[in-house]
């Protein structure tokens, strides 16, 4: 995602660049993306994304990803606790708009895995996550 000059805070979408990939006749749209780690601002990037791609009617995302900066699901989290509601939400809505769902959990639903450890308190985190729509998951 690139950031337009005037945004000094390196949170504000502005112009997103991503290219289709071609899957047969369907092009897959994948957008890359580092989230804010303030959970103000976090909320407030998906919040923004959104609405960018409601005004311009960008094409629909077939596959999210990247560095969230936040935890969906308090098992997300070890030791557990849930993240922060304005970002969880904001996240869902986006989410929610594209039909996408957290790839990784839907194919592993019984395990825990985590990402990120914080060495200093030896907090481990799922913050670095894959969403995808649903119709591209192969189910085994």
């Given at each position: 995602?690139?950031?337009?000059?005037?945004?000094?805070?390196?949170?504000?979408?502005?112009?997103?660049?991503?290219?289709?990939?071609?899957?047969?006749?369907?092009?897959?749209?994948?957008?890359?993306?580092?989230?804010?780690?303030?959970?103000?601002?976090?909320?407030?990037?998906?919040?923004?994304?959104?609405?960018?791609?409601?005004?311009?009617?960008?094409?629909?995302?077939?596959?999210?990803?990247?560095?969230?900066?936040?935890?969906?699901?308090?098992?997300?989290?070890?030791p557990p606790h849930p993240?922060?509601?304005?970002?969880?939400?904001?996240?869902?809505?986006?989410?929610?708009?594209?039909?996408?769902?957290?790839?990784?959990?839907?194919?592993?639903?019984?395990?825990?895995?985590?990402?990120?450890?914080?060495?200093?308190?030896?907090?481990?985190?799922?913050?670095?996550?894959?969403?995808?729509?649903?119709?591209?998951?192969?189910?085994?």
């Amino acid at each position: 995602m690139a950031r337009s000059q005037n945004d000094r805070s390196g949170t504000r979408p502005s112009h997103p660049l991503f290219p289709p990939i071609w899957q047969g006749a369907e092009p897959l749209h994948i957008l890359a993306e580092y989230a804010p780690n303030s959970p103000k601002e976090n909320a407030d990037f998906w919040k923004q994304l959104h609405t960018l791609w409601t005004r311009r009617k960008l094409p629909k995302i077939s596959v999210l990803l990247g560095d969230f900066n936040m935890v969906e699901e308090s098992v997300d989290r070890l030791p557990p606790h849930p993240g922060n509601l304005g970002c969880t939400q904001m996240l869902r809505n986006f989410c929610r708009h594209f039909q996408l769902i957290d790839g990784w959990c839907m194919t592993n639903p019984d395990k825990l895995a985590f990402t990120f450890l914080q060495p200093q308190t030896a907090i481990r985190l799922r913050i670095d996550c894959i969403y995808v729509n649903g119709k591209n998951i192969k189910h085994q």
